[in-house]
């Protein structure tokens, strides 16, 4: 008998599986008898009215297409979610679905499983009851998994269903406080109890003992499977604390002891080619792991502080996942404007934003776009960001003096019919995308401004002349990246008047915050979504661009042309529910 067929022998509920929140539930649930027959997942998930008889015939046509499962086959034509169609192998098989925020995981049951095995197959035990060990992952035909579980634990399985969200928040929850205390009690024999007065030789025993490399690689892939974009490691004066960025917005993760953070910092170093003897000065490096058939980028900084050095690494996942400009946040009319001047054979087109907007992330939606046009794309980037097959990438090096400028140059031998030039950072940089553009390229860059009428006045001042400006430019987007509100836990928002009274909204109004639950880990957020204003140079405006424009009537006269500015786009979203006011606060121009 399979392990699925020994949970499915005593684990089912008519008409539908529950959904288990505790292992006081999960017990009763053992407890109880159920009849159960197997269904096939389709009639499961019409039965539990999560598609339409119609959704059902047209994803069993395109599963003759893509040989996929029609679970796989549904979620890619976006019919149903990833939790839906876990809630219905839940049914299909029989097995328990299981919620692990507030699971009681049992101590003994982690035992069985090593940490870097749950991390990498996402898998987490949670309960030890005799010879019988309960499994939550993510797909229970799995057989290779499920037996090497069985071989590793020695145990008898049982096997439960749980979304990857939950299963990595779980991992983190419960296997990371314990892998510090580990690596502690193996280090204790190594570190001295002055831990900052280490010689070279010392620390680079420390950056290579097992403990402290399985630690920082369980800390980098935690916070990959928390699709967090930064890790921060703070010294304090009797400790250090971890935080993970998510969604724009730091997190702390657990505090652990200080005598662990100078090989912490040295296994970093060796990771990122810096100097582990060095503790005096600022230093930067990278380095590229392979998590989850993905590639990830890593660039790390570390800087002394006083109570020890304090690191930033930055998570690059450089396989883009390609979207569309709709599900960026532009509008429908907007999107189209966009696509407009993508088609256009030359000019330059900027987006414009600080540090972190979704700039790059807007730039290669484009690029996707394009791609399918047929054209010659090359891209010049510090960092290339993320990897687009199809497209010419160049990654520009200081250290040999091979700058955007000087990369621009030989670009234009190379037959592009559109180019991407990373950042304009200065007048060379901007005079050569400048005239690439007048000489028959469409060119897409970046540029360091806070809205979009000042970005045609920037170009002056960096030293283009406006004539030139005037017969370049075709358009330019201002964006930032806002916070979505978590749906499960919207609340009406308490709004401050000072607030309204600055964004012109009454007092009255009734706008909506997350108020902090399971789904957003209580933070009240689910995702970012870009605000932005899109500035088209029409005729009329180019009458206006000379060398003693004003940005105010530069930005008057795209308001007449149609612009939306970036504010008002933030208010509308709040006013739909999407956002709260004091998002809409924050980015305000």
């Given at each position: 008998m399979?392990?699925?067929?020994?949970?499915s022998?005593?684990?089912f509920?008519?008409?539908?599986?529950?959904?288990?929140t505790s292992?006081?539930?999960?017990?009763?649930h053992?407890?109880?008898?159920?009849?159960y027959?197997?269904?096939?997942?389709?009639?499961?998930?019409?039965?539990m009215?999560i598609?339409?008889?119609?959704?059902?015939?047209e994803?069993?046509?395109?599963q003759?297409?893509s040989?996929?499962?029609?679970?796989?086959?549904?979620?890619?034509?976006?019919?149903?979610t990833?939790?839906q169609?876990?809630?219905?192998?839940s049914?299909h098989?029989?097995?328990?679905?299981?919620t692990?925020r507030h699971?009681?995981v049992?101590?003994?049951?982690?035992?069985?499983?090593?940490?870097s095995f749950?991390r990498?197959?996402?898998v987490?035990?949670?309960?030890?009851?005799?010879?019988?060990?309960?499994?939550?992952?993510?797909?229970p035909?799995?057989t290779?998994?499920?037996?090497m579980l069985?071989f590793i634990?020695?145990?008898?399985?049982e096997?439960?269903i749980s979304?990857?969200?939950?299963i990595g928040?779980a991992?983190a929850?419960?296997y990371g406080g314990?892998?510090?205390?580990?690596?502690l009690?193996?280090?204790?024999?190594?570190?001295e109890?002055e831990?900052?007065?280490?010689?070279?030789?010392?620390e680079e025993q420390?950056?290579?003992?097992?403990?402290?490399?399985?630690?920082v690689?369980?800390m980098i892939?935690?916070a990959?499977v928390?699709?967090?974009s930064d890790i921060?490691?703070?010294?304090?004066?009797?400790?250090?604390?971890?935080?993970?960025?998510?969604?724009?917005?730091l997190q702390k993760?657990r505090?652990?002891d200080?005598?662990?953070?100078p090989?912490?910092v040295?296994?970093l170093?060796?990771?990122?080619n810096?100097?582990?003897?060095?503790?005096?000065v600022?230093?930067?490096?990278?380095?590229?792991?392979?998590?989850?058939?993905?590639?990830?980028d890593l660039?790390?900084?570390?800087?002394?502080?006083?109570?020890?050095?304090?690191?930033?690494?930055?998570?690059?996942d450089t396989?883009?996942a390609?979207?569309?400009l709709?599900?960026?946040g532009?509008?429908d009319a907007d999107?189209?404007?966009?696509?407009?001047l993508l088609?256009?054979?030359?000019?330059?087109?900027?987006?414009?934003?600080?540090?972190?907007s979704?700039k790059?992330?807007?730039l290669?939606?484009?690029?996707?776009?394009l791609?399918?046009s047929n054209?010659?794309i090359i891209?010049?980037?510090?960092?290339?960001?993320?990897?687009?097959?199809?497209?010419?990438?160049?990654?520009?090096?200081?250290?040999?003096?091979y700058?955007?400028a000087?990369?621009?140059r030989?670009?234009?031998?190379?037959?592009?019919?559109?180019v991407?030039v990373?950042?304009?950072r200065?007048?060379?940089?901007?005079?050569?995308?400048v005239?690439?553009?007048?000489t028959?390229h469409?060119?897409?860059?970046?540029?360091?401004t806070?809205?979009?009428a000042?970005?045609?006045t920037r170009l002056?001042?960096?030293?283009?002349?406006p004539?030139?400006?005037?017969?370049?430019?075709?358009?330019?987007l201002?964006?930032?990246?806002?916070?979505r509100?978590?749906?499960?836990c919207?609340?009406p928002?308490?709004?401050d008047?000072?607030?309204?009274?600055i964004l012109?909204?009454?007092?009255?109004?009734t706008?909506?915050h997350?108020l902090g639950?399971?789904h957003?880990?209580?933070?009240?957020?689910s995702?970012?979504?870009?605000?932005?204003?899109?500035?088209?140079v029409?005729p009329?405006?180019r009458?206006?661009?000379?060398q003693?424009v004003a940005?105010?009537?530069?930005?008057?006269?795209?308001v007449?042309d149609g612009?939306t500015?970036l504010t008002?786009?933030?208010?509308?979203l709040?006013r739909d529910?999407?956002i709260?006011?004091?998002?809409?606060?924050r980015?305000?121009?």
């Amino acid at each position: 008998m399979t392990d699925i067929q020994q949970v499915s022998s005593t684990q089912f509920h008519h008409p539908f599986q529950p959904v288990i929140t505790s292992a006081d539930e999960l017990r009763r649930h053992h407890n109880t008898q159920y009849r159960y027959t197997p269904r096939p997942l389709g009639e499961v998930l019409l039965d539990m009215q999560i598609i339409t008889t119609a959704q059902l015939s047209e994803a069993l046509e395109e599963q003759k297409i893509s040989h996929l499962r029609l679970g796989e086959t549904l979620q890619q034509m976006g019919i149903v979610t990833q939790e839906q169609i876990l809630r219905g192998f839940s049914e299909h098989f029989g097995v328990p679905y299981i919620t692990l925020r507030h699971f009681d995981v049992e101590t003994r049951a982690l035992a069985c499983v090593p940490a870097s095995f749950a991390r990498k197959h996402m898998v987490v035990p949670l309960l030890l009851e005799g010879d019988r060990l309960l499994i939550a992952l993510q797909d229970p035909t799995d057989t290779d998994l499920v037996n090497m579980l069985r071989f590793i634990t020695g145990k008898v399985l049982e096997l439960c269903i749980s979304s990857p969200d939950d299963i990595g928040y779980a991992i983190a929850a419960h296997y990371g406080g314990q892998e510090m205390q580990s690596a502690l009690d193996d280090m204790d024999v190594v570190v001295e109890k002055e831990p900052f007065h280490l010689d070279v030789n010392a620390e680079e025993q420390l950056g290579h003992e097992r403990p402290i490399v399985q630690l920082v690689k369980n800390m980098i892939t935690e916070a990959l499977v928390r699709r967090a974009s930064d890790i921060h490691i703070r010294p304090q004066e009797s400790g250090v604390d971890l935080y993970f960025r998510v969604d724009g917005v730091l997190q702390k993760v657990r505090s652990f002891d200080k005598k662990l953070l100078p090989a912490v910092v040295s296994r970093l170093k060796i990771l990122g080619n810096m100097d582990i003897s060095e503790h005096r000065v600022p230093q930067d490096g990278r380095t590229r792991i392979h998590y989850m058939q993905k590639t990830v980028d890593l660039r790390l900084s570390v800087i002394p502080a006083i109570h020890g050095e304090s690191v930033v690494i930055r998570l690059l996942d450089t396989q883009f996942a390609l979207k569309n400009l709709e599900q960026l946040g532009f509008e429908d009319a907007d999107a189209q404007r966009l696509r407009h001047l993508l088609t256009r054979n030359n000019g330059i087109f900027l987006v414009t934003g600080p540090t972190g907007s979704g700039k790059s992330t807007t730039l290669y939606t484009a690029l996707g776009h394009l791609k399918n046009s047929n054209v010659n794309i090359i891209t010049v980037e510090d960092p290339v960001e993320y990897h687009l097959n199809g497209i010419t990438q160049i990654q520009v090096n200081h250290a040999t003096d091979y700058t955007f400028a000087r990369a621009l140059r030989h670009i234009l031998r190379h037959d592009p019919d559109v180019v991407m030039v990373g950042e304009i950072r200065d007048q060379e940089t901007a005079k050569m995308a400048v005239e690439s553009a007048l000489t028959g390229h469409l060119v897409l860059s970046t540029l360091h401004t806070n809205d979009a009428a000042t970005s045609v006045t920037r170009l002056i001042e960096i030293g283009v002349e406006p004539y030139l400006v005037n017969s370049a430019l075709i358009g330019v987007l201002a964006q930032r990246l806002v916070r979505r509100t978590c749906p499960e836990c919207k609340a009406p928002e308490p709004t401050d008047p000072e607030m309204c009274r600055i964004l012109g909204v009454p007092e009255d109004e009734t706008f909506f915050h997350g108020l902090g639950c399971d789904h957003c880990n209580g933070t009240g957020i689910s995702g970012r979504m870009a605000v932005y204003e899109l500035l088209e140079v029409t005729p009329e405006l180019r009458k206006l661009i000379g060398q003693d424009v004003a940005a105010d009537v530069i930005e008057q006269q795209a308001v007449r042309d149609g612009m939306t500015r970036l504010t008002d786009s933030a208010l509308k979203l709040a006013r739909d529910g999407h956002i709260s006011l004091a998002e809409v606060y924050r980015v305000r121009l």
